[in-house]
């Protein structure tokens, strides 16, 4: 039985969560929740080569911090279309971000390798990837299981993490505006080692594009979602998502340049937020 969170009402911002702390609901599903994280960092395997801070351990931060986390994770869950203004306050505080806010879905998409996975046919994937692309036919059977983010069934647009871990495309863009780490290990990610992954669920064989090939530069998001694309005298079909736009898809480039820089650009996550509140101010005394 995958974890779930417990579903309560929210204060609208972080202030009004400093204001009036946790109410009893709320510090029933932020201690579920931070159970869960321990749990998921009891069970962390960290390789040689792994920074341990890549790694999310919430004994590791202070209790308001923790509450944050939660805060930003259950508004996510709920509402992967959240503003980024629900999420700031006077402090400046903002949830280390992978992409900045005005980068677009369709924008973020086209950056990725697109890989099309089928259950009953071969596919082809794109050069130079296809250690990745194994690990993908392992994986099959994880991507049919619960999104970390919106903790519903995987849709068929899967964004596949640089930790391999996988999400709804959808929510993982939303969760990547507002955090810079994977929702699933809390490992921070390199979004040019991810992978977009497209189940086909239909019974015709497919292959897999790389966005930076001259074919799918040439076409608009929506001749590709159409699926149809011609190769020589064949005719095969492609799945590409991102359907309903009419831009066309960028090179890696354009987004590496709009993809804040972990040393640069980001807000520290670690630092200190307002003046800082015990558990008592908090609603947490009775923990």
């Known amino acids: 039985m995958p974890w779930r969170p417990i579903v309560v009402d929210l204060p609208s911002s972080l202030a009004e969560l400093r204001a009036n702390g946790l109410n009893p609901a709320q510090h029933a599903a932020f201690t579920h929740w931070r159970a869960h994280e321990r749990m998921v960092w009891s069970n962390t395997v960290i390789g040689s080569n792994d920074d341990p801070e890549d790694f999310y351990n919430p004994d590791d931060h202070i209790l308001e911090n923790v509450i944050i986390d939660w805060y930003v ?8 279309e959240e503003d980024e203004a629900d999420f700031e306050d006077g402090s400046g505080f903002y949830a280390n971000p992978l992409f900045d806010s005005s980068t677009t879905e369709e924008e973020i998409l086209g950056s990725m390798t697109v890989i099309t996975i089928s259950a009953t046919h071969d596919h082809t994937d794109p050069p130079g990837h296809d250690n990745i692309a194994r690990s993908h036919k392992l994986a099959l059977a994880e991507m049919k299981g619960i999104c970390p983010v919106c903790k519903e069934a995987i849709s068929a647009t899967r964004y596949r993490t640089s930790c391999a871990h996988i999400a ?3 929510c993982m863009i939303g969760w990547l505006k507002y955090q810079s780490s994977c929702p699933d290990c809390r490992k921070a990610l390199v979004h040019e080692q991810a992978i977009l992954i497209q189940l086909n669920e239909s019974d015709e064989p497919v292959r897999s594009l790389d966005p930076s090939s001259d074919e799918v530069k040439n076409q608009s998001l929506d001749q590709l979602t159409e699926g149809m694309m011609r190769a020589g005298d064949e005719s095969q079909n492609v799945s590409v998502v991102c359907g309903g736009a009419t831009e066309e898809i960028p090179t890696g ?6 993809v804040k820089s972990k040393d640069g650009e980001r807000t520290d996550q670690e630092g200190e937020v307002g003046d800082g509140h015990d558990e008592d101010e908090l609603g947490l005394d009775g923990e």
Not at 73 to 80: E, I, K, L, N, V
């Open 73 to 80: 994770r259950t508004r996510m869950s709920q509402d992967p």
């Open 168 to 170: 709804c495309a959808e």
């Open 253 to 258: 480039d354009t987004l590496n340049d709009q």
